[in-house]
C-alpha cells in the first residue's frame, strides 16, 4: 500500500490525525505488513519500543466509481487516479468489499440531486434481443 499512497495526488490536511496506534503490539501489528525493514520477525527484525513524535493526516485526489448491476442487485466499486490514468485495483478492491462504504457513497450522490430516489420496483425480464 505504501507504493500505491506514495503516487497519488494528495495535499495535506489541517485536521487533527485519529486513529493512531496505542500500543506497541498494535504498532508491530501495523508494522509487519506496512513497514517490514522495522519489524517483520520471519526475518527477525523485532520492534523492540517506540514513541510518538508527531502526525500528518493528507488527503488523497481520487475517482471513486460505483457500478450498480441491477440484474444481479449489485455495487462495484473502482479507485481511479487521474494524475496516472489508471484504475488502482488494490484499492477497488479494498473498497469494494466495504459494503457498507459504498452504499454511504450512493447515499450521498443520490442526495445531491433531490429528483433521484431509491426505488424498490423489480425490474422487468426482457428476452434477450439476440
Request: no cysteine.
Amino acid at each position: 500500500m505504501k507504493s500505491v499512497f506514495s503516487k497519488l495526488k494528495s495535499e495535506k490536511t489541517q485536521s487533527q490525525v485519529s486513529n493512531l496506534p496505542d500500543s506497541l503490539q498494535e504498532i508491530r501489528r501495523l508494522a509487519e505488513h506496512q513497514a517490514q525493514e522495522i519489524h517483520y520477525p520471519e526475518k527477525n527484525y523485532l520492534l523492540q519500543s517506540a514513541e510518538f513524535i508527531s502526525a500528518d493526516s493528507y488527503k488523497a485526489k481520487v475517482w471513486v466509481i460505483l457500478l450498480e448491476n441491477f440484474r444481479e442487485n449489485t455495487l462495484r466499486a473502482l479507485v481511479y487516479d487521474e494524475k496516472q490514468n489508471i484504475v488502482i485495483d488494490s484499492l477497488s478492491e479494498a473498497l469494494d468489499k466495504q459494503e457498507h462504504i459504498k452504499m454511504e457513497l450512493l447515499e450521498k450522490l443520490v442526495k445531491v440531486d433531490d429528483a433521484i430516489e431509491f426505488t424498490e420496483e423489480e425490474k422487468e425480464n426482457r428476452p434477450d434481443s439476440n
